[in-house]
C-alpha cells in the first residue's frame, strides 16, 4: 500500500500519463541544474496589467496627435464671417497638411488657411487661452488660438487673370465665375467702390489670389493690394486645404471645389488626395492595434502550458 501512494501522487500532480512524462523530463533538466550551478529554475515573467500599460498608451497618442498635426491635418477655429455661409463664426475645420509635402499646389475653388502674408489682421484682437488650452492646441487636440492665420478661397493661382467689373460676374482668365453656390446669399460678386472691389490683376507664379464667399464682409486679397505681395499670398505660407467641416456636429460636411471651376477653358485643375479624420482619431487608430497586440501577448503568456515554458525559459 505504500508503495503505491508516490505513484499515485505523480499521477495527481502531472494530471496524465503524457503530461507526466513531460513533467519528467522537465523535473530532471531542473533537478541536474540545481545540482550543478545550485541555482533555481526562473519564474516566467508575468505580463503588465491594463492600467499600468495604460499611460504608455495615452502616451503614444499624444506624440501621433503631435506628428500627425504637424504633418498630416491639424484643426482650426473660424473666428470671423468672412466665409458664411460655408464657414460660419466658431465652425471647427480639419486642414490637410500632408499633400503640399509631397508637392500639392493650390488649387482654384479650394478653400485653404494660410499664414497672415504681410499684417492683413493687423488691429484685430487675439485670443488669450489657458494653459490647458495651449496643452491641447499644442499636440492638435483643438484649434490654436495665438497662431495668425486667415481661411479664404482660392480664385487665381499662378499665371491667370482675375477681373472684377461692376457687381460681377468675378472673372478668371476671361470666364465669368458662377458663384451662386457659396458667395453669401444677398452679396454680389464683386464689390462696386473704390477700396479694391475694381480690379484686374495678373497672378504671378508661386501666389494665390484669395476672396471671402461673404463678399462684402471680406477683407481679402482686394483689399490688401497696397502691400508688399500686391494682395497675392505666396503659396509658401498656405498651411493646407480646408477638407471637413468638422464641427457643430450638425453643420459636418466636406468642403469640395465647386463645379464653376471645373468649366472648360479656366485652366486645368488637378485634383489632391486629402486626409478627412482628426489627429486624434489617426492616434487612436494606430494605438488599438498596439494596445489589442499587448493584451494578446500578455494572455498567451497566462493561459499557456506553463512547465514547457519554464523549462525553456531556463535553457
Not at 499670398?233 to 467641416?245: M, Q, Y
Not at 466636406?254 to 489627429?279: E, K, N
Amino acid at each position: 500500500m505504500d508503495a503505491a501512494d508516490p505513484a499515485a501522487a505523480d499521477v495527481v500532480t502531472s494530471g496524465s500519463e503524457s503530461e507526466a512524462a513531460e513533467d519528467g523530463r522537465v523535473t530532471e533538466h531542473n533537478d541536474s541544474g540545481d545540482r550543478a550551478g545550485g541555482g533555481t529554475t526562473p519564474k516566467a515573467k508575468q505580463p503588465r496589467s491594463f492600467w499600468k500599460e495604460l499611460p504608455i498608451l495615452i502616451g503614444i497618442a499624444l506624440v501621433l496627435a503631435l506628428l500627425i498635426k504637424t504633418f498630416l491635418v491639424q484643426a482650426f477655429s473660424i473666428p470671423s464671417d468672412s466665409m458664411q455661409d460655408t464657414l460660419q463664426r466658431g465652425d471647427r475645420v480639419l486642414v490637410d497638411k500632408l499633400t503640399p509635402w509631397f508637392g500639392s499646389q493650390p488649387e482654384r475653388g479650394e478653400v485653404v488657411v494660410f499664414h497672415d502674408p504681410d499684417d492683413w489682421l493687423a488691429g484685430e484682437p487675439t485670443a488669450k487661452p489657458n494653459a490647458v488650452q495651449t496643452v491641447l492646441s499644442w499636440i492638435g487636440l483643438m484649434p490654436s488660438a495665438e497662431e495668425k492665420d486667415l481661411i479664404k478661397r482660392v480664385i487665381g493661382v499662378g499665371g491667370d487673370t482675375v477681373e472684377c467689373k461692376g457687381t460681377g460676374p468675378l472673372m478668371v482668365n476671361g470666364k465669368a465665375l458662377n458663384e451662386g453656390d457659396y458667395v453669401y446669399p444677398g452679396n454680389t460678386p464683386c464689390s462696386y467702390d473704390d477700396q479694391g472691389g475694381q480690379f484686374k490683376v495678373k497672378v504671378p507664379k508661386g501666389y494665390i489670389w484669395v476672396m471671402g464667399d461673404h463678399r462684402q464682409n471680406s477683407r481679402d486679397s482686394r483689399y490688401n493690394q497696397t502691400d508688399k505681395h500686391h494682395g497675392m499670398v505666396p503659396v509658401k505660407d498656405v498651411v493646407g486645404r480646408a477638407i471637413v467641416r468638422a464641427w457643430p456636429i450638425n453643420r459636418w460636411g466636406t468642403l469640395p471645389v465647386p463645379d464653376t471651376f471645373d468649366q472648360q477653358g479656366i485652366g486645368q485643375q488637378s485634383a489632391a488626395g486629402a486626409l478627412t479624420v482628426a489627429p486624434q482619431g489617426v492616434a487612436l487608430t494606430a494605438v488599438v492595434p498596439l494596445a489589442l497586440w499587448r493584451r494578446r501577448r500578455s494572455l498567451k503568456a497566462e493561459t499557456g502550458t506553463g512547465t514547457p515554458t519554464t523549462a525553456t525559459g531556463s535553457r
